[in-house]
């Protein structure tokens, strides 16, 4: 579908931005400042949004679109790891066209696991963008979706991946962002913000909505929240003894952030990875050219049919590297997972945690039930669960069930797409209903 172009910049916009900008954040410093205008890049219509979900199966689960939705990039100051001034960019959703420009609620939405440092959100023909607009903006929601460190306009060395307390702040500074960017355009947002994102996004979500309502509170109002497939327990993903899907991608990716973050998880790079990874693994993630596919048909990762997630841990990883990890408490791994558990926590607003049972990368097991638990177990009876499972089987399962054959081309496939095709249509499905309960 290609969609037409538009680029906006006025004077009035300019001075809007110009005052927005001098105000600074609540807490005294230009965190969430705008460094550029934002860009109106094009509008998608309700009929292009209607037609684009028909045609992907999405229109069923989002239902017909109300409202055209503006495309917004952003470009916004906020902080490191170690607290040092750097940028971020990222995109916002407005409602436009029959919908009113008022009295908007405002979701704040993490992205998934991305390798590919150029990609944008600010992008329409992006999907998952795209599944945005349709889920939401359509609806009649302000989107904000941050980039995160590391990635398209922002200038950071590398990406903290899984590094809760940086994605916490490259969110929340995506808030203060569409505020102002907000003010700049003329649109009028309610105050209420819903929290949301989904695998990586599920955790950074979290890490936000812990972050705001322990420190933030007389800023952003947390209306409701919905983190979707996240790894809230790192450390007790690090004791399993089977692979996840995708280990060869999500788990180098995670060893080499902390290295840069904390500096001790490993001595030298040889100590965790194996040769030919150990030279140059540091560097590639994420990726300015390769995706995911390319990954490993370039051979830089091992994969592709008939390599288990188990084969491909241990191509890359020393084993004494890994066994250290799973069964020694005091292991530096180990530790810092601990660190970015999204565990031990009280969330005031309502919040849902979504998951799919058969998911093979995120498994609820291990994450979004031992989370429900954690809560459960102070007495919160604000945080709720969904299994999607029901739904993903019904959509996409053979006659109405998961493929049990591990040799079987179905099998690949439906575990292949689960986590990150079929399964969040369904989640953001429940954390709209959700929202809508609250705005």
């Known amino acids: ?103 908007l609620p405002l979701v704040a939405y993490a992205k998934g696991t991305d390798v590919q440092k150029p990609r944008t959100l600010a992008n329409p023909t992006d999907g998952e963008t795209f599944l945005l607009a349709a889920m939401y903006a359509a609806q009649g929601y302000a989107v904000v979706a941050t980039d995160y460190l590391g990635f398209a306009k922002s200038t950071y060395a590398y990406h903290p991946y899984l590094h809760a307390d940086s994605e916490a702040t490259s969110v929340i500074d995506s808030i203060r962002a569409a505020r102002k960017a907000a003010a700049a355009r003329n649109v009028n947002l309610s105050g209420k913000v819903m929290l949301t994102g989904y695998s990586q996004g599920g955790h950074s979500s979290a890490a936000a909505h812990r972050a705001i309502e322990r420190d933030l509170s007389n800023e952003i109002g947390v209306a409701a929240a919905a983190h979707l497939a996240g790894p809230y327990n790192l450390s007790g993903s690090f004791k399993l003894t089977e692979a996840i899907a995708g280990y060869q991608f999500f788990v180098p990716y995670l ?75 005091n292991n530096a791994l180990f530790l810092a997972a601990k660190r970015n558990d999204l565990l031990g926590w009280n969330p005031r607003a309502r919040t849902l945690l979504c998951g799919g049972a058969g998911d093979p990368t995120v498994p609820p097991a291990v994450h979004r039930d031992v989370a429900q638990a954690d809560f459960a177990s102070r007495g919160l009876t604000n945080v709720t669960s969904v299994d999607v499972d029901p739904q993903v089987q019904a959509a996409f399962g053979i006659g109405g069930r998961a493929p049990t054959d591990p040799a079987s081309a179905a099998f690949a496939t439906y575990y292949g797409n689960y986590h990150g095709t079929y399964e969040p249509p369904f989640c953001h499905a429940a954390a709209r209903a959700l929202f809508d309960a609250f705005k």
């Not at 927005?20 to 550029?36: M, T």
């Not at 989002?62 to 170690?82: E, I, K």
């Not at 040769?275 to 091992?302: F, H, I, M, R």
């Open 1 to 103: 579908m290609k969609l037409p172009m538009k680029r906006t910049t006025s004077l009035a916009v300019l001075s809007a931005l110009l005052l927005a900008a001098c105000g600074g954040s609540d807490d005294g410093d230009d965190r969430g400042n705008l460094l550029e205008t934002p860009q109106l890049l094009t509008t998608l219509t309700a009929t292009q949004i209607n037609a684009g979900a028909s045609a992907s199966g999405l229109q069923a689960i989002a239902g017909p679109a109300r409202c055209d939705v503006q495309v917004v990039a952003l470009n916004y100051s906020t902080v490191g790891v170690n607290a040092e001034k750097t940028n971020a960019s990222g995109v916002m959703l407005v409602p436009a066209g029959s919908c009113p420009n008022s009295n």
């Open 255 to 329: 060893v080499t952030s902390w290295q840069k973050v904390y500096g001790n998880i490993y001595s030298n790079v040889n100590q965790a990875f194996k040769a030919p990874y150990a030279g140059y693994v540091e560097n590639l993630l994420p990726n300015a050219t390769l995706n995911y596919t390319t990954l490993v048909t370039s051979g830089l990762l091992p994969g592709g049919p008939g390599v288990t997630p188990n084969q491909a841990r241990d191509a890359v990883f020393q084993p004494a590297f890994i066994s250290d990890s799973q069964t020694n408490p």
